[in-house]
């Protein structure tokens, strides 16, 4: 069945540094999204990916969707506490009917003040 | 607009015990529901999902069941819970895109 692969699963950084967390899928995606878990908290929606080699920002956040449409990245520049959490990257999985999401393993992020 | 209410916020159950943990979705019709796993803080499982009253489709054998009697309601349940079924339960709503979780459920089994 299909995977999703993410990288890496821990990241410390100090604030104000910057943070990648890569993610790979097995299969061919319509597209892809991207969550945030808070700690204790819940995955709350982050953005959405659909075309090859899209390029999206949100302030410090930037996404990308590879060409291939198989591997997307996360980017902060700039760390803060707040960035503080799991990101978990998601695909489409059995089709797009339904709306089931394979999810990554996530990437635990913690930032140093 | 739309909200999802899921109850109780933490549980804990002596192995053996039944569960029922429900969800509710406001604002909204005919959403597809889901149930996910989240084992250990770390990845998301998908359990069940939901297309419409009554119908429910499992993703993964396990100990657990779910149910959709009403067009918003969608609940968990285990006639009796094993010690690996303790995680942190989340319900899902989605029309379209993005998937809207609800605060989750955390269940120690003991």
């Known amino acids: 069945g299909q995977q999703v692969m993410q990288i890496p699963q821990y990241q410390h950084v100090q604030e104000g540094e910057d943070f990648t967390t890569y993610c790979n899928s097995s299969?061919?995606?319509?597209?892809i999204q991207w969550y945030k878990q808070r700690p204790g908290g819940h995955p709350v929606f982050l953005i959405q990916?659909?075309?090859?080699?899209e390029v999206k920002k949100q302030k410090r956040l930037t996404f990308q969707f590879g060409e291939a449409k198989k591997n997307s990245s996360l980017h902060i520049t700039a760390t803060q506490t707040t960035d503080v959490g799991t990101y978990f990257c998601?695909?489409?999985?059995?089709?797009?009917?339904?709306?089931?999401?394979?999810f990554g393993q996530g990437t635990i992020l913690t930032v140093h003040p | 607009s739309q909200t999802i209410h899921q109850w109780p916020a933490t549980l804990v159950q002596p192995v053996g015990s039944p569960l029922s943990l429900e969800c509710t979705v406001e604002?909204?019709?005919?959403?597809?529901l889901y149930w996910y796993r989240q084992a250990a803080g770390r990845g998301l499982q998908l359990l069940f999902y939901?297309?419409?009253?009554?119908?429910i489709s499992s993703e993964v054998p396990q100990n657990l069941s779910a149910s959709r009697p009403q067009d918003r309601q969608f609940i968990l349940s285990s006639k009796k819970l094993l010690l690996s079924d303790s995680g942190f339960y989340l319900c899902?709503?989605?029309?379209?895109?993005?998937?809207?979780f609800g605060n989750g459920t955390r269940l120690t089994v003991t």
């Open positions: 899902a709503w989605k029309q379209g895109t993005p998937l809207h």
């Open positions: 299969t061919t995606l319509s597209n």
């Open positions: 990916l659909v075309k090859s080699g």
């Open positions: 998601a695909g489409p999985s059995g089709g797009t009917s339904y709306g089931k999401l394979t």
């Open positions: 604002g909204t019709s005919n959403p597809n």
């Open positions: 939901s297309v419409g009253i009554g119908q």
